[in-house]
C-alpha cells in the first residue's frame, strides 16, 4: 500500500516526499492559474488575480499535506473511509481559514458588513476545494487499486516463471546421489544437504533474498554438478571479492544459479572434455554486474538451443518484473565463447 512519512493511510501516496511535494505545489499552481483566467478582465487583473489566488491554494495545500504528514504518524493503516474523512475535514478546515483570514484582509482587519456575500465567499471556496478534493481522492484510489492488481499480477507470473526455470535439475542430482551413497557416503550425505537447501530456497514464498544466499545457492548448484559431471570436465572460476561485495543487498531469488544453470547444461555438458565456467559479480557503485561465462559446443553438436533460449527469455521477464527498464539480459557470442551478463540497481 502507498504509505505517508513510513505509516499506511490507506490508498494515499507518500505526499511527505519531496517529489510529491512538488507535483502538489505544480498542481495547485496550475489551479490558481484557471481560477485567476475564469474572472480576469484583462491581462493587469489576470496577474493580479493570480498572485491572490496562488497565495490561497499554495496556503491551503502546503498547510493539507504538512498536517496529513504529522496525523500520519500516529495513524496505522485507517480504513478507506476514515483516511478519506481526514483528508476532507484537514482541507475543508484549512480552506475555512484561508477564506476567513482573505476576507479580514479585505476589509482592512474588520468583518466584512454584508454577512451573505461574505458567506457566499467561504462556501464558494469550500465547494471548489472540496470538489477538487474528491477528484483526487477519487484518482489516488484508482491507481492505488491498478497498483495492487498489477502487483499481484507481476507476483503471480514471477511464482510461474520461477516454476519454470529448473525442470531436470532435480532428476538428474537425485540420480547422482544413489549413485554416490554405493561409492562415498560422506559425499553422498554433503549432496543431500546442498539439495536440500537448494530445494529449501526453490520453496521459500519471499520476493527477496540476500545477495549472499544467492551465492551460497549457486555455489551449492555447482557442487551437486561438480559431482555428476565430475570436477575434470567442470571447472569453475570465481571472479568476485566477496569482502568488496554487497553481501547484504537483497534481490529476487534465482537471479544468478539459472544463469550458471543454463551455462552448464548447454554450454559445459555437451562437451566431451568439459570446460572452464567463469561467474564474475562486480560493485559498480549504485549497480551490480553480473556476468557469466562458458564455452561453445564443437560446431553441429546438439545444443539444447531451444531449451536455452526459454531459459533466457524467462530471465528476461523475471529481469523486466523485479525492476522493469531499469535492468537488461545482454548476451555477446563469439567463435568459442557465450556470455551473459545483467546489471540491477542497488536497493
Excluded at 510529491?20 to 495547485?28: E, F, G, I, S
Excluded at 504529522?70 to 476532507?88: E, G, H, N, T, W
Excluded at 554486474?289 to 564455452?295: E, Y
Excluded at 567463435?335 to 546489471?343: L, W
Amino acid at each position: 500500500m502507498p504509505s505517508l512519512n513510513g505509516k499506511t493511510l490507506s490508498y494515499l501516496p507518500n505526499l511527505c516526499m519531496p517529489q510529491a511535494l512538488l507535483r502538489a505545489v505544480l498542481a495547485a499552481e496550475l489551479l490558481a492559474m484557471i481560477l485567476a483566467l475564469v474572472v480576469a478582465t484583462d491581462l493587469r487583473d489576470f496577474f493580479v488575480n493570480l498572485g491572490l489566488h496562488s497565495l490561497f491554494v499554495l496556503w491551503v495545500t502546503l498547510a493539507s499535506i504538512f498536517t496529513l504528514c504529522f496525523i500520519s504518524r500516529f495513524l496505522s493503516k485507517p480504513s478507506v473511509f476514515q483516511a478519506s474523512a481526514i483528508v476532507f475535514g484537514t482541507v475543508a478546515s484549512f480552506t475555512l481559514v484561508a477564506s476567513i483570514l482573505g476576507l479580514l484582509m479585505s476589509a482592512g482587519g474588520e468583518w466584512v458588513s454584508d454577512v451573505l456575500t461574505s458567506a457566499l465567499f467561504i462556501f464558494k471556496n469550500l465547494v471548489i476545494s472540496l470538489v477538487i478534493t474528491l477528484v483526487l481522492l477519487r484518482y489516488f484510489y484508482i491507481h492505488g487499486q491498478w497498483e495492487e492488481t498489477v502487483e499481484a499480477d507481476s507476483a503471480a507470473k514471477y511464482d510461474a516463471l520461477q516454476a519454470r526455470m529448473r525442470p531436470h535439475f532435480l532428476f538428474n542430482s537425485l540420480n547422482t546421489i544413489a549413485h554416490l551413497v554405493h561409492i562415498d557416503a560422506n559425499k553422498a550425505e554433503e549432496a543431500l544437504l546442498d539439495l536440500a537447501d537448494i530445494m529449501r530456497l526453490t520453496l521459500d514464498k519471499r520476493s527477496r533474498i540476500s545477495l549472499k544466499e544467492e551465492l551460497n545457492l549457486t555455489l551449492a548448484y555447482l557442487r551437486m554438478e561438480g559431482l555428476r559431471l565430475g570436477a575434470k570436465r567442470l571447472n569453475v572460476k570465481l571472479d568476485m571479492d566477496q569482502n568488496s561485495l554487497p553481501l547484504d543487498m537483497e534481490i529476487p531469488p534465482f537471479l544468478l544459479q539459472p544463469l550458471v544453470e543454463n551455462a552448464v547444461y548447454h554450454g559445459i555438458q555437451p562437451r566431451q572434455d568439459g570446460g572452464l565456467l567463469t561467474v564474475s559479480l562486480y560493485d559498480a557503485g549504485d549497480r551490480l554486474d553480473v556476468t557469466v561465462t562458458n564455452p561453445l559446443p564443437p560446431s553441429g553438436m546438439s545444443t539444447h538451443t531451444k531449451g536455452n533460449h526459454i531459459a533466457q527469455e524467462n530471465m528476461v521477464n523475471r529481469l523486466h518484473l523485479a525492476y522493469g527498464d531499469r535492468a537488461n539480459l545482454k548476451i555477446q557470442k563469439s567463435v568459442q565463447q557465450y556470455r551473459v551478463s545483467f546489471s540491477i540497481p542497488k536497493e
